[in-house]
């Protein structure tokens, strides 16, 4: 009976905590919560019959903060006690949500005055990926961004890029200029001589053709490398 009556008690305590920190939410907003209570919220849906604090701190424990939990690989994310499949759906539909509120913001706009937004937008796609990616922004004359596109997928440490299908994408978008982004997974954003020869090939397949090519970011875990900036385009 002792044993019952504190089932009871604690499951109505998560019910009166879950109330609360709806409450709490709704009236502050994302101010109002600190990251474990937000991805408590989330949690909420995935898990309506447990306290998930516990795996909420640990979560972000884990994976030093809370986008870096909603970036997390299925399988890792799978990896932790209490995270099913239908919980790890959960966040990765969170993060899928992310992006395309990133992604808003800089598509149909002026780059040069959205460039912030842009940086943000492509560290949220691919800090955290295991694998490189290759993609290129799609600019017209106005420097309007009319298409964002990965062209393609790598390994861990190589990604094989074709000029002549980067200009010829260019043409069919009728893009007049380009930005290449791909990212390290090793999480250092120096560009290699790799990096800076295929920059080179697709700069100069695309000036046959008056394709601007404005830059090339490479993305690192927590920071970024810009072509221009260092005097490599």
């Known amino acids: 009976m002792k044993t019952e009556a504190k089932a009871r008690e604690t499951k109505h305590h998560a019910a009166g905590h879950r109330e609360r920190l709806r409450a709490r939410f709704k009236k502050a907003g994302v101010d109002g919560v600190q990251d474990y209570e937000l991805l408590e919220l989330i949690l909420f849906r995935a898990i309506p019959r447990r306290d998930v604090k516990p795996l909420a701190k640990e979560l972000i424990a884990l994976f030093g903060g809370f986008p870096q939990v909603i970036a997390a690989p299925t399988e890792r994310l799978m990896e932790v006690k209490g995270v ?6 959960e966040l990765k539909i969170v993060q899928a949500a992310a992006l395309k509120l990133s992604q808003a913001r800089v598509l149909k706009r002026p780059v040069i005055s959205s460039w912030d937004a842009l940086l943000s937008y492509c560290r949220a796609a691919m800090a955290d990926e295991k694998t490189e990616l290759f ?3 799609f600019l017209d004359k106005k420097n309007i961004l009319i ?3 990965v062209q393609q997928r790598g390994t861990v440490d190589h990604t094989p890029v074709y000029p002549r299908e980067v200009v010829k994408r260019a043409l069919e978008l009728g893009a007049s200029a380009i930005i290449l982004v791909h990212n390290h997974p090793s999480g250092d954003p120096t560009p290699s001589r790799a990096d800076v020869d295929m920059t080179n090939q697709i700069v ?4 046959a053709l008056n394709i601007r090519v404005h830059d090339h970011l490479v993305i690192g875990h927590d920071k970024h490398a810009s072509f221009k900036s260092l005097g490599l385009l």
């Open 84 to 89: 099913s499949e239908n919980v790890a759906q």
């Open 135 to 137: 993609r290129i922004l």
């Open 147 to 149: 298409a964002d596109e």
């Open 204 to 207: 100069k397949a695309a000036a």
